[in-house]
């Protein structure tokens, strides 16, 4: 049987759809290579095991973030600096909240110094960057986008957007005033 060089790329999305539907609890080399409908050696085969997969399907999943970013970032007709900044952020809390096992993958495995994971990463980080550009004035650049992305980042992470049961006595703002009040 020849080889299938749609392989790797299957396999990935088969994670990928394992983390939308169970999250990374879900994903083992055995699920992956059953939902990609090949042996439980392929995955191991093709990525040296779970370690080197989860690299990749955390680099796909940064290179669809990055373009949801940039698709949030070009969508924007209005050219005030805050309504561009808010619809890149707000796609950013959309894509976690939408692909939240995803979402936790990808951030994980920024720490395995990955040369092409990190380059994907980093261009999403430079999005947040151009669109905080016009805020600094006089302000620290990277303080002021650390500010940016850690509320941005937690917002979704903490999944503050979600409805709280009425009797929640936990008051969110909205995560536009958090914003405005951020950039002053």
């Known amino acids: 049987m ?107 495995q920024l720490s395995t110094q990955d040369p092409e994971l990190g380059k994907i990463a980093l261009g999403s980080y430079f999005v947040l960057k151009q669109m905080c550009a016009p805020f600094v004035q006089g302000r620290p650049a990277a303080a002021l986008e650390t500010a940016v992305w850690g509320l941005t980042h937690g917002y979704a992470a903490l999944n503050m957007g979600q409805r709280r049961p009425s009797n929640s006595r936990l008051e969110i703002s909205s995560y536009e005033v958090a914003l405005r009040l951020l950039i002053g």
């Open 2 to 108: 020849a080889p299938r060089p749609d392989l790797p790329q299957l396999l990935i999305q088969a994670g990928m759809d394992i983390l939308d539907e169970d999250g990374t609890e879900g994903l083992t080399l055995r699920r992956i290579a059953a939902r990609a409908g090949v042996s439980h050696a392929a995955p191991a085969h093709h990525f040296g095991g779970l370690p080197g997969l989860k690299v990749a399907i955390a680099t796909c999943g940064f290179q669809s973030f990055l373009d949801h970013l940039n698709a949030a970032r070009d969508g924007v007709s209005d050219s005030d600096p805050f309504q561009r900044l808010l619809a890149v952020n707000l796609a950013y809390i959309q894509f976690a909240s939408s692909r939240r096992g995803l979402f936790r993958l990808m951030f994980d």
